[in-house]
């Protein structure tokens, strides 16, 4: 479960010769709770779920579990769909974050400035992020994209355009604009609380020395945000990874499996086959690939991290 | 129900917590709970396809031994072995539906076209092309397009089962490779390619209604507790207008029609078994579907459970289509939904804890050939190999 | 702030509005359906001008007990945000201001508790519940929900700390400041907007949960999450009435955003310390 992260690459600047007492309190014990927490929290599923997946374990067949040895792991390795909802996830992921990041950064530039009720913009600019995925999805599906009563169709039909199946065509993409529409409000949730802290009187001071627009926005404020932007990109792919409920909601992971992604492909044999085994192989196979992912990420955005 | 059983709890003294919940989200929570034994529910709703394999696990108790005065031969008899197992009954029917075929009568008015009482599916297809006129969004045939067991399965295997098809044979082969379905599927594909609205593989139930009651279709053959909404002028833009005639057939009348039922049933783990015995008792009582007609109107009450309801005069005066859906739900019999005998019950859906996972990958197929991204055969061929695998897995056939 | 001309705030309005209430369109999209009928609300054609009704709100009130809903969707988020941001803030500070060799491998490993698929771990957890007697019960969502969200209490709050200079810590310290002294009078007035947009994410992220409130719940603990996944009933959709179920399920966390906004401005005065 562990990140593998070799202690040779650690950056560590630290000058604290200090040996004393308070020292390893203050790095050692202030951690303690929150790691112990999660150790619990973590490490008795994830051995349940190990051990599960071993078995052949049917809730619903009662014939008894018995020890399969790799069985459960060869299923997933030897069907298509496993490389198949991975690539989806990935696209998920970078299609969404990329989304996010885009339009997040155009807004707060927006919305930084100050205009008659700027502030309430501000809030409103995050309240997409406060709807529940599924009744975001449930709206997108049935009020906007609906290809017959949807109000997209209904536009496009006044301008002498037919009406387009967004989730038969482009289901991914669909999916993926669902998801981007939620997240532009945590994106700007946190990279409008960082833009707020920068000091305006360098910007005012640089743009009094004659620096244009783009160079305040190029020298000033991107260097400023690339800490929360290597926040929003760590913190996006961790929840995008297991993204599921817009998925079940509008595509059913469809048509065909093009749409599906690893959490919707154990959805599928946990809660649909209630075949625990399996759903448990596939946990520990999207566990592990997870890890792979954040390994590297944390590679690319530990320059912005500067940890 | 919620409502009335007030009612039930002031007589009794005792209380219920509900717990309300979408379909697929019920069946997870209630299979996670009942199968770990945890022990949170003493009711449980269920369809028919839970009924038999849970009776099986032992996961249920027999309710065929309520109080002397429940009148159980009251109860309509396919209905009645749909939730039975090994002559034992597991749960008690709260409301039952069959399919039918809705129109919209003004539509075929204007094209002069007379629905016949048993359309066959040449009719159905032809009928389509007529209505068809997408340019004024009006769609031939609507039909269920998104995939899953209890969403586009369902128009295609009472399809299979007419054409002569089946899912096992008594040897439990998977027959998905076979004529009938190939000539049902294909003609799906067909109707839904050539007649159906644009959108159709993220059309479940709940969608194709909406299209319906909108005035977007021409015909939809779905299940007939649909009739409800349809006829109600405050939910439905077509009331006026909507006709229904039987489901369509093919070459064998078995399995044309589809029967499904929601019941009551009582969780082995439950520790209150007799006080939730009394409940379901009560609600799924001929006195409660009569006093349901009284306090929230005639038309509302839970149909196609009981003759006693068929022989309400209030409800055949208020509902027009009564007789026509107990009709259905009595020549739908789940214990022979093909021609040929075969091994499980169920026509749109087949009496095993496999069918789940196995319904949603022939659905997830046959919603790609719709949309264009394969043929039929290749979505038949990937269909069989899956049922296959999984039917070699769960040991019912050799490897 | 510096005279700007009126033109140019002018645009900035037009334009800074446009794009929210274009971000917003579907929000406003949902609340108009919500006051129409079923027939309206599946007619596109009537989409602005509609005589509007309550009906809905009165069939979604009418029919489960919204206000149980509520009260234990704000107390389980505030529970768990609280508990969360109390544990996580001393790791924060630990990491961000007394990083070790260990710091780096520790924030990728409170992340990487955070990839299990809930959906593959759900029977092991039910099991484990089941033999706490944690089902449908406050404690076992707070502690889900506390689990589920320190990961990024800690990371949020650790990013925010890494931009607080560390010689003004170090300064009381050499002053004699204590840890407690530390805390109270220089890091808490410091990030007191960190803190309000960490706690506004957590009790967001608490308040969507869905999946584990929905299995872990029956009719005690159940949070709105469940409370909308009662309205995709099987016996048909209703978008006027789902619409109208999803204003009273997102309306309370929408007015604590707006209350807590003021704490979010603040962040314009905390950058003056740089």
């Not at chain 1, 997933?76 to 990935?90: D, R, W």
């Not at chain 3, 990961?151 to 170090?170: A, G, H, N, Q, T």
Request: charged fraction near 15%.
């Amino acid at each position: 479960m562990n990140t593998a992260t070799p202690a040779s690459q650690l950056a560590n600047s630290i000058a604290a010769p200090s040996a004393d007492n308070d020292r390893s309190f203050r790095n050692t014990y202030l951690i303690a709770p929150s790691v112990a927490v999660l150790l619990v929290w973590i490490s008795v599923p994830t051995i349940m779920t190990f051990w599960f997946s071993f078995q052949h374990y049917n809730l619903v067949n009662t014939a008894g579990r018995e020890f399969v040895g790799l069985d459960n792991y060869i299923y997933f390795f030897s069907s298509s769909s496993l490389a198949i909802a991975a690539f989806n996830s990935v696209l998920i992921v970078v299609g969404v974050v990329v989304l996010t990041i885009g339009i997040g950064i155009g807004l707060v530039l927006l919305l930084d400035i100050e205009f008659p009720g700027s502030s309430f913009a501000r809030v409103l600019a995050i309240s997409p992020f406060f709807i529940m995925p599924t009744v975001a999805a449930l709206i997108w599906k049935n009020l906007l994209l609906d290809p017959v009563n949807g109000l997209f169709t209904t536009i496009l039909r006044a301008v002498g355009l037919p009406g387009v199946d967004w989730f038969g065509v482009f289901p991914l993409m669909s999916i993926i604009t669902i998801i981007a529409w939620q997240w532009v409000g945590f994106s700007v949730l946190i990279l409008l609380t960082a833009l707020q802290s920068l000091d305006r009187e360098l910007k005012e001071a640089a743009a009094m020395d004659g620096a244009g627009s783009f160079a305040i926005f190029r020298f000033i404020i991107l260097p400023h945000l690339a800490r929360p932007i290597g926040i929003v990109v760590m913190i996006e792919t961790i929840f995008l990874l297991s993204v599921f409920a817009e998925i079940f909601v509008t595509t059913s992971g469809g048509p065909g499996l093009a749409s599906t992604n690893l959490s919707f492909l154990i959805y599928v044999q946990a809660l649909l086959r209630f075949d625990v085994g399996l759903a448990s192989a596939g946990g520990v196979i999207s566990i592990i690939l997870a890890n792979v992912v954040a390994y590297f990420l944390a590679k690319a955005v530990s320059r912005s991290l500067e940890i | 129900m919620q409502e009335l059983s007030s009612e039930w709890e002031q007589k009794t003294g005792n209380s219920i917590n509900w717990l309300v919940l979408e379909e697929n989200v019920l069946r997870q929570r209630v299979t996670t709970d009942i199968s770990t034994n945890g022990g949170q529910f003493d009711i449980i709703t269920i369809g028919s396809y839970e009924a038999p394999i849970w009776g099986k696990n032992d996961w249920l108790t027999p309710v065929d031994d309520l109080s002397a005065d429940y009148d159980y031969n009251d109860i309509f008899e396919t209905v009645r072995k749909g939730l039975s197992v090994d002559g034992k009954l597991y749960a008690l029917p709260f409301y039952a539906e069959s399919s039918m075929t809705y129109y919209r009568k003004d539509l075929f008015e204007k094209a002069g076209i007379t629905m016949p009482d048993q359309p066959t599916y040449d009719q159905i297809a032809e009928y389509a092309s007529k209505v068809h006129d997408p340019d004024n969004q009006i769609y031939g045939l609507c039909l269920r397009g998104k995939p899953g067991s209890g969403e586009n399965i369902v128009p295609i295997m009472t399809s299979v089962n007419t054409h002569g098809g089946k899912w096992f044979d008594m040897n439990w082969k998977p027959q998905l490779d076979s004529g009938p379905w190939h000539k049902a599927v294909t003609l799906y594909v067909d109707l839904l390619n050539k007649y159906g609205p644009p959108g159709v593989t993220s059309n479940g139930y709940n969608e194709t209604r909406a299209l319906f009651a909108s005035g977007k279709c021409g015909m939809w053959i779905d299940a007939t507790v649909a009739a409800g909404y349809l006829f109600d002028p405050a939910e439905s833009k077509v009331a006026s207008s909507v006709g229904f005639t039987s489901a369509p057939i093919a070459d064998v009348p078995n399995g044309a029609a589809l029967q499904w039922a929601w019941a009551l049933a009582i969780p082995k783990s439950s520790t209150k078994a007799d006080i939730a015995k009394g409940f379901i008792a009560w609600a799924t009582s001929k006195e409660y579907i009569r006093s349901v007609g009284e306090k929230k109107g005639w038309i509302a009450i839970p149909p196609g459970t009981r003759q006693s309801t068929y022989d309400l005069k209030e409800y055949q005066d208020a509902a027009p289509f009564a007789n026509f859906v107990k009709t259905a739900i009595l020549s739908a019999d789940p214990t022979k939904p093909s021609v040929d005998p075969v091994p499980y019950m169920g026509i749109t859906y087949a009496s095993i804890p496999e069918y789940q996972s196995i319904g949603t990958e022939v659905g997830q197929q046959i919603a790609a050939a719709v949309a264009g991204q394969q043929t039929v055969d290749a979505a038949l061929a990937a269909g069989q190999a899956f049922t296959l695998r999984t039917m070699e897995q769960s040991g019912y056939t050799k490897k | 702030m510096s005279s700007r001309p009126l033109f140019s705030v002018g645009i900035n309005f037009i334009v800074g509005w446009g794009a929210v209430l274009l971000l917003v369109f579907p929000i406003i999209w949902m609340l108009l359906t919500s006051f129409k009928t079923e027939i309206d609300a599946i007619s596109p054609e009537a989409s602005l001008i509609f005589q509007p009704t309550l009906d809905n709100y009165r069939a979604v009130l009418g029919r489960s007990n919204y206000w149980m809903f509520a009260l234990n969707s704000v107390g389980i988020s505030a529970a768990a945000t609280f508990l969360a941001l109390l544990i996580g803030f001393p790791a924060a500070y630990s990491m961000a201001f007394h990083p070790t060799e260990r710091t780096k491998g520790t924030l990728l490993w409170l992340l990487s508790t955070k990839m299990m698929p809930p959906v593959g771990v759900l029977v092991p957890i039910y099991i484990l519940f089941k033999d706490m007697s944690l089902i449908d019960t406050h404690l076992g969502l707070i502690l889900l929900f506390l689990v589920a969200n320190l990961p990024i209490v800690v990371w949020m709050l650790y990013s925010f700390f890494k931009d607080i200079p560390r010689d003004i810590l170090e300064a009381a310290r050499i002053d004699g400041a204590g840890l407690w002294e530390e805390f109270r009078f220089i890091l808490l007035p410091l990030s007191g907007p960190a803190i309000s947009s960490t706690a506004l994410l957590s009790i967001i992220l608490c308040w969507n949960e869905a999946f584990w409130s929905i299995n872990l719940s029956t009719t005690k603990a159940a949070t709105l999450a469940a409370f909308i996944a009662t309205y995709s009933a099987p016996q048909g959709l209703f978008w006027a009435k789902l619409s109208a179920a999803a204003v009273l399920a997102v309306a309370p966390v929408l007015i604590m955003g707006w209350v807590g906004q003021r704490h979010l401005v603040r962040g314009l005065t905390f950058g003056a310390v740089k």
